[in-house]
Nanobody, 114 residues
Framework: VQLQASGGGLVQPGGSLRLSCEAS????????MGWYRQAPGKQRELVAV???????NYEDSVKDRFTISRGNVKNTVYLQMNAMKPEDTAVYYC?????????WGQGTQVTVSS
């Protein structure tokens, strides 16, 4: 499984960004897709995940601001980020779980700054 993420960039506080991730390869059996992030000097943390059935889970600090969704194209996941804060600055990684294996994308930088 290969994951290709896109959509990062620089945004002002209060602004919005949308991250996209598409899984390719032997991706027919993906059960969960999601996003993690890692800020400088911090551990990688869960941001949001979504199951193949549509169930979602969010890190507390992003609830009510971020929305994860699956695309119409199979094995595509999006992260809509609204009301962004400087503390959202991090490298965001797409991930996918299939058959007890976890796969990671290359990471995309998100910077929230005025």
């Amino acid at each position: 499984v290969q994951l290709q993420a896109s959509g990062g960039g620089l945004v002002q506080p209060g602004g919005s960004l949308r991250l996209s991730c598409e899984a390719s390869g032997t991706a027919s059996h993906i059960e969960i897709m999601g996003w993690y992030r890692q800020a400088p000097g911090k551990q990688r943390e869960l941001v949001a995940v979504i199951t193949s059935g549509g169930g979602t889970n969010y890190e507390d600090s992003v609830k009510d601001r971020f929305t994860i969704s699956r695309g119409n194209v199979k094995n595509t996941v999006y992260l809509q980020m609204n009301a962004m804060k400087p503390e959202d600055t991090a490298v965001y990684y797409c991930c996918a779980s299939a058959s007890a294996m976890t796969y990671w994308g290359q990471g995309t930088q998100v910077t929230v700054s005025s």
